[in-house]
Nanobody, 119 residues
Framework: QVQLVESGGGLVQAGGSLRLSCAAS????????MAWYRQAPGKQRELVAF???????NYADSVKGRFTISSDNAKNTVYLQMNSLKPEDTAVYYC?????????????WGQGTQVTVSS
């Protein structure tokens, strides 16, 4: 397991940008995948983007071309660069670490950071 601390959320106008950071308590190089999820009020938590230990990335259709996930193994940190933000991006954003070991999977979560996009 790993402890995750998100930062970088805030209030921004539509069309603006924010960069979220997720600092891990230990090396992320061996973690199978790191991801960002979000949860808007009254909605289920949804996957926004993930990056595998091999560097493969994937994005939700709603953020493709606007968001970029990246990792810095030397800093044990994962980032989510969010550009061209829309009011519908408003949500609490959570960092996730996904482990697979011996055929079993487990997850660690951060506490979340609020992103609010005003129109």
């Amino acid at each position: 397991q790993v402890q995750l601390v998100e930062s970088g959320g805030g209030l921004v106008q539509a069309g603006g940008s924010l960069r979220l950071s997720c600092a891990a308590s230990r090396s992320i190089a061996s973690i199978n995948a790191m991801a960002w999820y979000r949860q808007a009020p009254g909605k289920q938590r949804e996957l926004v983007a993930f990056i595998s230990s091999g560097g493969r990335t994937n994005y939700a259709d709603s953020v493709k071309g606007r968001f970029t996930i990246s990792s810095d193994n030397a800093k044990n940190t994962v980032y989510l660069q969010m550009n061209s933000l829309k009011p519908e991006d408003t949500a609490v954003y959570y960092c996730n670490a996904h482990f697979v070991l011996g055929g079993m999977s487990s997850d660690s979560w951060g506490q979340g950071t609020q992103v609010t996009v005003s129109s």
